[in-house]
Structure formats: C-alpha cells, structure tokens
C-alpha cells in the first residue's frame, strides 16, 4: 500500500509571510495528489490538487508542486492571512485490487501569528 | 456544487447496539463513494471503498462484519457499525467521487458523523 509522510506537523508563520508544508509518498504508482484544509470538527476542503503528468499547479495564493522522480510533493500559500489557520492534509490516491481511496498524511497544523 | 451530506451529524448509543450512518451525494451521482474514520487531531484512515450495485472492498484490519457498507443507488451509501464498543467511538466521514466535475479522482467529503459509544 501507500505511505504518505508529512511535514512539518505544526508550522507557525507571520500573517503576510509564506508557508510551506512538504510531502513525500512511497507507491511511484501513485497518480493523483490533493491537498486538504480542515478547520476544528468540520469536512476536510478540497483546496487544490495536481495530477502526476503536471510539475506545478497554482490557484491565486496556493500552489502545489511535484517531484515525481523523488516521489514528493508541496504546497505553498503565499501572502498568508488568519482565515488561513487550520489543518492541512496531503494525501496520494493509490489504486488496486478493488481499492482506490486517499492515503493521507498526518497533517499539519498551520497557525498564522496575527 | 459537489454537495456530501451524512446523517446523522452526531449519535450517542449504549454499547452493543447498532449504529447507521447515511451518506448523501445532493447533486452528483457518485458510483464510488469512501468511508474514512478519523480520531481527535488525527489523519483521516480509509476504511473502505463502496461501488454501487457491488461489495464493498476494505482496508486491511478493518472487520467488514462490525463495519457493513452498503452502496445500494448512485446517491447513497450507508455504514452500519454492528454491535458498537466504546473503541469504536470516533469521527466517521464519508467522500464520494464526481466524475463530471474537475478530476475524476476528486473526492468530496462529507460533514462527518461523531459517534460516541457508551
């Protein structure tokens, strides 16, 4: 199966600054990479998501890169605001023998210092 | 759009007894639908992957006889957690896939049920 590692577990960064949270997975199979927010006792938020024939994918203020040859992946939030706390989650869709859902990591608890 | 409901948002019952867990695409159908259990600051673990109109297919160590899914019309899947023990409390979501809407594998998850098992 997969393994998705995931870091840093808490990143604490000045509003206005940049954050970057950093994955790495083990399945070379593995094709799709979405990333997830998630504030405290709600659904996880789809914010954005690469698949593995693209390097890079940016959506305003969030951007996502992978490095398929050293199996890892990135997110990138520039010009960070307070509505930007949260929890966030990588994960890698591997598929086989009739399974086919989300390997996540840990996560990453992202606070941004006002 | 890509509306997940579940239902009910949060259940408390005694142990042993059986618990439903309804999960809803609004304004999809959804042939392949997830179920995720997640504990307090923790990641999300896949449970199992429901296909309509077929058996479920689980992850390994989880009991397909505690955890019953059933995938039976393109906007529903239920899981049913048979005869609940207090370790089986937790936060259960559910994602489903639109295949119309941005990728294919894109997954939209649910609000999520707590499930507290006394």
């Known amino acids: 199966g997969e393994n998705v590692e995931q870091h840093p577990s808490t990143l604490s960064v000045q509003e206005g600054d940049s954050a970057v949270i950093k994955c790495t997975y083990s399945?070379?199979?593995?094709?799709?990479f979405p990333w997830y927010k998630q504030e405290l006792g709600k659904r996880p938020q789809l914010i954005i998501d690469i698949r593995s024939n693209v390097g890079e994918k940016k959506d305003q203020r969030i951007a996502v890169t992978l490095n398929k040859t050293a199996k890892h992946f990135s997110l990138h939030i520039t010009e960070t605001q307070p509505e930007d706390s949260a929890v966030y989650f990588c994960a890698a869709r591997y598929s086989g023998g009739g399974a086919d859902g989300l390997t996540f990591g840990k996560g990453t608890h992202l606070i941004i210092q006002p | 759009g890509a509306v997940v409901s579940q239902h009910p948002s949060r259940v408390i019952c005694k142990s042993g007894t059986s618990v439903k867990i309804e999960c809803r695409s609004l304004?999809?159908?959804?042939?392949?639908m997830f179920w995720y259990r997640q504990f307090p600051k923790k990641s999300l673990m896949l449970m199992a992957t429901?296909?309509?109109?077929?058996?479920?297919?689980?992850e390994q160590g989880v009991e397909k006889d505690k955890f019953l899914i059933n995938h039976a019309s393109l906007t529903l899947s239920t899981l049913t957690v048979t005869s609940a023990h207090p370790e089986d409390s937790s936060f259960y979501i559910c994602s489903a896939r639109d295949f119309d809407r941005g990728f294919a594998e894109t997954q939209y998850f649910g609000p999520g049920t707590r499930l507290l098992v006394l």
């Open positions: 304004d999809f159908q959804a042939t392949t």
């Open positions: 399945d070379s199979a593995s094709n799709y």
């Open positions: 429901s296909n309509e109109g077929s058996k479920a297919t689980y």
